[in-house]
């Protein structure tokens, strides 16, 4: 049975996301053991919320500015460590990596997130 507060929390979930582990897959052509991306989530509700924490010391290059990233999910999903995480919310889509174990509380988890770089 859900709650009247799960339900509630859950109505601010306006994102959706997909999970993927990586594993190790045989290259047929090669033989080698090759890392692959596997799906174990998608269209899961979640919301991202986002802090800033400002620099605290004085350096010789642009301030450093740093933002914190977490994830609000039911508690009833698994997302292990270093899984990649791809969020869609308010028209917008990042990609994202677990950066460790899950705060779970009663109705809820949050995960702290941290954005993935992408290069050219």
């Given at each position: 049975m859900?709650?009247?507060?799960?339900?509630?929390?859950q109505k601010l979930w306006d994102g959706l996301c997909d999970v993927y582990i990586r594993e190790t897959e045989v290259n047929k052509a090669n033989g080698r053991d090759e890392p692959v991306w596997r799906q174990t989530l998608h269209g899961q509700p979640c919301r991202l919320s986002f802090s800033s924490v400002s620099a605290t010391t004085a350096r010789d290059e642009a301030a450093l500015v740093?933002?914190?990233?977490?994830?609000?999910?039911?508690?009833?999903?698994?997302?292990?460590?270093?899984?990649?995480?791809?969020?869609?919310?308010?028209?917008?889509?990042?990609?994202?990596?677990?950066?460790?174990?899950?705060?779970?509380?009663?109705?809820h988890q949050e995960i702290t997130l941290e954005r993935k770089e992408t290069w050219a």
């Open positions: 859900v709650s009247t507060y799960q339900k509630a929390l740093q933002q914190v990233v977490k994830l609000f999910i039911s508690k009833e999903v698994e997302i292990p460590p270093s899984s990649k995480i791809v969020v869609t919310q308010e028209g917008r889509t990042g990609t994202y990596v677990n950066t460790g174990e899950p705060a779970v509380y009663h109705y």
